[in-house]
C-alpha cells in the first residue's frame, strides 16, 4: 500500500534542542496530520493542517502544509523529555476517509 | 467523556478460528476506522466507514471484514485469522465540522492480536 517518506527514522537529541521532521509524497494531499503516540496508546492528533502554505502552531509544536501539497514538516522548539515518542505524519485526500501514515520518526531526548 | 473503546485488548488465537474485535465511539462521528501497526511500517489504513451502511476498503483490506449497522459500533471481522494478522489494531473515529466535534480521528487504544 502507499506509505509517505518520513525522516528521519530517529533522533536522539539533547534538552532544550530544536527537533525538525517532515514527510515527502508522490501524491497531493488536502489534508496534512501529524500525531504523536506514546508506547501502549493509540496515536494522539497533535496539528492538523487544511491549506497550502498553512503554517499552525501548538504551543513548542510548529507545522506547515507544503506549497505543492505535497510535503510537510514538524518543528519541536526547546524540547522536554516528555517529547520522547514516535512521531507520525499522515495525509488525506479530499472527500475521503483514506488516511496515509508515514513510518514514523522515533524521538528520544536525553537530560 | 469522549472515547473510543476497543475490545478484547488482548487476543491470543489459532489459525483459523473466527474472531471479532469490538470498536465502539461515543462522540457521534460518522466516520471510523481500522488500522494495523506493525513494526518499521508504520499504521496502515484496513477499511473505513464514512456512514452507517457505507464502507470501503484501506491500503490493506485482504483477510478483514467490517459492517457499520449503527453510527456508533464499527466491528473489525477476522474470518479465518493467519499468523500474518498479528499485530497492533486501532479503531478511530472523527466528525465533521457540522457536528461541533473534532474534526480529526480520535484513536483506541489498541488491540494487541497474536495468531499463532
Known amino acids: 500500500g502507499q506509505q509517505l517518506n518520513q525522516s528521519p527514522q530517529s533522533m536522539f537529541i539533547q534538552e532544550g534542542e530544536d527537533v525538525s521532521m517532515n514527510c515527502t509524497s508522490s501524491?497531493?494531499?488536502?489534508?496534512w496530520l501529524w500525531y504523536k503516540q506514546d508506547p501502549g496508546e493509540g496515536p494522539v492528533l497533535l496539528i492538523a493542517?487544511?491549506?497550502?502554505?498553512e503554517l499552525t502552531s501548538n504551543g513548542r509544536l510548529t507545522a506547515q502544509f507544503g506549497i505543492t501539497r505535497k510535503d510537510s514538516f514538524l518543528n519541536i522548539s526547546a524540547s522536554i523529555p516528555s517529547d520522547v515518542g514516535i512521531y507520525f505524519c499522515?495525509?488525506?485526500?479530499?472527500?475521503?476517509?483514506?488516511?496515509?501514515f508515514g513510518t514514523g520518526t522515533r524521538l528520544q531526548v536525553f537530560p | 467523556e469522549a472515547q473510543v473503546t476497543q475490545n478484547p485488548r488482548y487476543l491470543i488465537t489459532v489459525t483459523g478460528k473466527k474472531l471479532t474485535v469490538t470498536c465502539s465511539q461515543n462522540?457521534?462521528?460518522?466516520?471510523m476506522s481500522w488500522y494495523r501497526q506493525d513494526p518499521g511500517l508504520g499504521l496502515r489504513q484496513i477499511y473505513y466507514?464514512?456512514?452507517?451502511?457505507?464502507?470501503d476498503k484501506g491500503d490493506v483490506p485482504e483477510g478483514y471484514k467490517v459492517s457499520r449497522k449503527e453510527k456508533r459500533n464499527f466491528p473489525l471481522i477476522l474470518e479465518s485469522p493467519s499468523p500474518n494478522q498479528t499485530s497492533l489494531y486501532f479503531c478511530?473515529?472523527?466528525?465533521?465540522?457540522?457536528?461541533?466535534?473534532?474534526?480529526?480521528?480520535?484513536f483506541g487504544p489498541g488491540t494487541r492480536l497474536t495468531v499463532t
Open positions: 466507514s464514512m456512514n452507517v451502511e457505507v464502507t
Open positions: 478511530a473515529s472523527r466528525g465533521t465540522i457540522q457536528a461541533g466535534t473534532t474534526y480529526e480521528q480520535y
Open positions: 501524491s497531493i494531499f488536502n489534508t
Open positions: 499522515a495525509g488525506r485526500s479530499y472527500n475521503t476517509d483514506k488516511l496515509i
Open positions: 462522540m457521534n462521528h460518522e466516520y
Open positions: 493542517l487544511y491549506k497550502a502554505g
